[in-house]
């Protein structure tokens, strides 16, 4: 669990140490600050939940402390300590923003109930704020990040399928998104107010499978103590999305076809056919043509199945996206894992873009997760990625010639120089530490052409 992080900041360092002494003991993270100045410091690098603040400090006071805070840092609580004399102020800090204050001297219940208070607070903000980042999942597409052609493709098919009853094929390499489109075509459907029943076929036994979608009876089976309602029926009105079809057995390929066909299934032990009321969706990562070829997948089922077929692009194919998705996922485990982290730097960024992602965009979330439990910065740097570079990445991306690598960087330097100097050639000279003369003969040594 995320043990709370507090900041107190005091001129006094008698102050800080008592301070300490009594939140540490509370289970608080501790960290301390003799000046407003070196507090903004110490949050920039990492970010806490609470700051405990005095008041009355020289060069800059809690007031104005408060209000950087709130202006670079807006979830984090701030409490103020305050003398007799400065009520006044304090109360005015609460109009700014502050969650308390509290008078000098003060005693150690008031000092642990106020923090608790306050830190009970921001828990309470941020599971609503993840509440309702849940609560956009359930509603159209707002969990499908993306602005690529490939990914707008994909969604036109939804829209126009949707509201139809006829199966769905969805394929796709693993990690793709397959079930989040799957839930786009319910809740776009006729059927969204009903329930939509996601089964991974490939997790369920292969003795177990046809129980669990069709049911059974009692005493059908050793362990069938009761009448069980299959998954078909749970999902009835609704949407059955049957994730990795192709491991469903071949010989209970023939119970879901009538499923398909006639609208009806029949329990494990039972002669009553059932009619039922369910939409198929189906999805695999494998070429089901092939697998018919192979024998292992029932021609005639196939082609009911792929009645429509929707295929989503892999994440290379729509790397465009990645942007998206990585700032998606990023104020996801934000809320989660209870950070503020704000970004990526961009060299982060470009490295991110071009890495391959065999696993798809489930392996970019999870590349996200692991770097935000361990980042404590601001910002998201090559640093919190190590897992996603090998040995052999790094040798095939290393040059030995050193002139060449000395020539490049000296060239990217250059043009950045110029760039932020709006091509004023002196003032790029100067940001360089280079005389006028010397700027345009490297320039020319170079063969950089500053025009373009």
Same mark, same amino acid.
């Given at each position: ?13 008698? %102050? ?5 002494? +009594? ?5 608080? #993270?501790?960290? =301390?600050? &003799? $000046? *407003? !100045? ?115 493709? %994909? ?5 126009? +399928? ?5 199966? #769905?094929?969805? =394929?796709? &390499? $693993? *990690? !793709? ?129 792929? #009645? ?60 996200i997760e692991r770097a935000m439990i361990l980042c404590d910065d601001e910002q998201l740097t090559m640093r919190h990625f190590t897992h996603l570079v090998s040995k052999d990445q790094i040798a095939q991306k290393f040059d030995g010639d050193l002139k060449s690598a000395v020539r490049r960087f000296e060239q990217d330097r250059i043009v ?37």
């Amino acid at each position: 669990m995320h043990r709370k992080s507090v900041l107190i900041v005091d001129d006094e360092a008698s %102050v800080r140490t008592s301070l300490e002494k +009594v939140l540490s003991k509370a289970g608080c #993270v501790t960290k =301390t600050a &003799a $000046s *407003g !100045t070196e507090a903004l410091g110490q949050l920039a690098r990492a970010p806490v939940d609470l700051v405990l603040s005095d008041l009355k400090m020289p060069e800059m006071n809690g007031l104005e402390l408060l209000r950087q805070i709130k202006k670079q840092h807006s979830k984090v609580e701030v409490i103020l300590l305050t003398g007799y004399g400065t009520v006044e102020r304090a109360v005015e800090a609460m109009k700014e923003g502050a969650y308390d204050f509290i008078t000098k001297p003060f005693k150690k219940a008031i000092i642990l109930q106020t923090v608790e208070r306050a830190l009970d607070r921001q828990t309470l903000s941020r599971e609503n704020e993840y509440l309702r980042l849940q609560l956009g999942r359930t509603k159209s597409y707002d969990n499908i990040v993306g602005k690529s052609q490939a990914l707008r493709d %994909v969604l036109e098919m939804v829209a126009r +399928v949707a509201p139809l009853v006829s199966t #769905v094929l969805i =394929t796709g &390499a $693993s *990690g !793709t998104g397959k079930e989040l489109i799957a839930r786009a075509l319910h809740s776009k459907s006729l059927r969204a107010e009903k329930r939509f029943v996601p089964i991974n076929c490939a997790a369920i036994p292969e003795n177990l499978i046809e129980s669990e979608l069709f049911g059974h009876v009692k005493g059908s089976f050793t362990g069938a103590l009761r009448d069980k309602e299959g998954l078909f029926k749970v999902a009835e009105g609704g949407t059955i999305f049957l994730d990795e079809i192709v491991s469903i057995p071949i010989n209970l390929q023939v119970k879901l076809l009538r499923a398909i066909e006639q609208k009806e299934i029949l329990a494990v032990g039972s002669t009553n056919p059932e009619i039922i009321d369910v939409r198929i969706v189906a999805a695999t990562n494998k070429n089901l043509a092939n697998e018919v070829e192979a024998g292992n997948f029932r021609e005639d089922l196939y082609y009911r199945l792929n #009645v429509v077929g929707i295929m989503i692009p892999p994440l290379k194919e729509r790397a465009e996206d990645i942007p998206d998705l990585i700032e998606h996922y990023m104020k996801q485990y934000n809320v989660q894992l209870n950070k503020q982290v704000n970004g990526v730097d961009n060299k982060t960024l470009q490295f991110l873009v071009d890495c391959e992602w065999k696993g798809n965009v489930r392996e970019l979330e999870n590349s996200i997760e692991r770097a935000m439990i361990l980042c404590d910065d601001e910002q998201l740097t090559m640093r919190h990625f190590t897992h996603l570079v090998s040995k052999d990445q790094i040798a095939q991306k290393f040059d030995g010639d050193l002139k060449s690598a000395v020539r490049r960087f000296e060239q990217d330097r250059i043009v950045q120089a110029v760039e932020i100097a709006d091509h004023d050639k002196a003032k790029a000279a100067r940001l360089l530490g280079l005389s006028l003369s010397s700027l345009y003969r490297k320039i020319a040594e170079l063969g950089i052409d500053i025009r373009s």
